[in-house]
């Protein structure tokens, strides 16, 4: 089945600094991915979506320059916090699918705890 | 826009009894709609899905999902639940198979031995 596989699953770091996550699509290609955000007991709110050669769009109230993404290829987009604050922790999410009409495939998600 | 209410947060059955759980949408063409699990700090993993045609969809692990649109429900059941079912479910919508997923808030499952 098709497979999202995201990187790192845990990541600490110290306010000021940036913070790149990996999502990749392991057997398939993927022109499109979603990034989606969730607090503790809550549930997923979409960030952006990320389009393989062109620039991501992002969904109301999300900081484009905050919250920058990539798609440079058909497997991979990559979303980094800049200048991460502890508002910033959360639990972060990628998702593709194989093809129109299939439903979506997760990643396992990427903890951030901002200090 | 679409949007999806599950109307229960919280839900504890006993292992072995039969579970229910509530999905409403709003939508208002015939609507792409989901159900995936989540166990604490993992992705999300799809259950079932109902895109067209038959409106009870059978899913991994026991599941099923009725599609019903006078009420716009989907609601999700399983006859008889194991102690590993415990985790958080959610509902999606999307307007086509390649549209953005639009969750519900999501319904904590525990399971009593």
């Known amino acids: 089945g098709a497979v999202v596989s995201q990187h790192p699953s845990w990541v600490i770091c110290k306010s000021g600094t940036s913070v790149k996550i990996e999502c990749r699509s392991l057997?398939?290609?993927?022109?499109?991915m979603f990034w989606y955000r969730q607090f503790p007991k809550q549930s997923l709110m979409l960030m952006a979506t990320s389009n393989e050669g062109s620039k991501a769009t992002y969904e109301q109230g999300v900081e484009k320059d905050k919250f920058l993404i990539n798609h440079a290829s058909l497997t991979l987009s990559t979303l980094t916090v800049t200048s991460a604050h502890p508002e910033d922790s959360s639990f972060y999410i990628c998702?593709?699918?194989?093809?129109?009409?299939?439903?979506?495939?997760f990643g396992n998600g990427t903890r951030l705890t901002v200090t | 826009a679409q949007s999806v209410t599950q109307p229960d947060i919280h839900i504890t059955v006993s292992e072995g009894a039969s579970l229910e759980l509530r999905c409403n949408y709003s939508?208002?063409?015939?609507?792409?709609l989901f159900w995936y699990v989540q166990s604490p700090g993992q992705g999300l993993q799809l259950l079932l899905k109902y895109f067209s045609g038959d409106t009870l969809v059978q899913g991994i692990k026991g599941f099923e999902a009725e599609f019903k649109r006078s009420q716009s429900s989907f609601n999700l059941r399983k006859p008889s639940v194991h102690w590993s079912d415990a985790a958080e479910y959610f509902c999606?919508?999307?307007?086509?198979?390649?549209?953005?997923?639009?969750f519900g808030q999501g319904t904590r499952l525990t399971i009593n031995p």
């Open positions: 939508y208002g063409a015939t609507p792409y």
């Open positions: 998702s593709a699918r194989p093809g129109t009409d299939s439903p979506l495939h």
């Open positions: 057997d398939f290609q993927a022109t499109t």
């Open positions: 999606a919508v999307s307007a086509s198979g390649a549209q953005k997923l639009v």
